[in-house]
């Protein structure tokens, strides 16, 4: 099992930057892929950025390339979802999610854990 805890959530204007984390237990966290996808009002959950079990590959959706970043501790294990210049249409409940995936990165089918989300809003 594994669980992850978000943080770093908040109230934010247009422009300005968050960064997310997410915290890993109970598992070899080094092992897993990490992902975070979020949900709008009134939207599915959508695909934001992955990253490898290394660190060594970064995926990121269309929408946020340029202006999000992720990284990695496997020693702290701990994700990172750097946002900056931030738009209204980036609000959205945040969510981490890991997993050992045998189908693609950009699928919430691939992964296997998730935690409970963290709000970001973003005004205009």
């Known amino acids: 099992q594994v669980q992850l805890v978000e943080s770093g959530g908040g109230l934010v204007q247009a422009g300005e930057s968050l960064r997310l984390s997410c915290a890993a237990s109970g598992y070899t966290f080094s092992v897993l892929t990490m992902g975070w996808f979020r949900r709008a009002p009134g939207k599915e959950r959508e695909f934001v950025a992955a990253?490898?079990?290394?660190?060594?590959?970064?995926y990121f959706a269309d929408g946020v390339k340029g202006r999000f970043t992720i990284s990695r501790d496997n020693a702290k294990k701990t994700v990172n979802l750097q946002m900056n210049s931030l738009k209204p249409e980036d609000t959205a409940v945040y969510y981490c999610?890991?997993?050992?995936?045998?189908?693609?990165?950009?699928?919430?089918?691939?992964?296997?854990?998730w935690g409970q989300g963290t709000q970001v809003t973003v005004s205009s």
């Open positions: 999610a890991a997993g050992q995936l045998t189908g693609s990165v950009y699928y919430a089918t691939s992964y296997g854990y």
């Open positions: 990253i490898s079990w290394s660190g060594g590959s970064t």
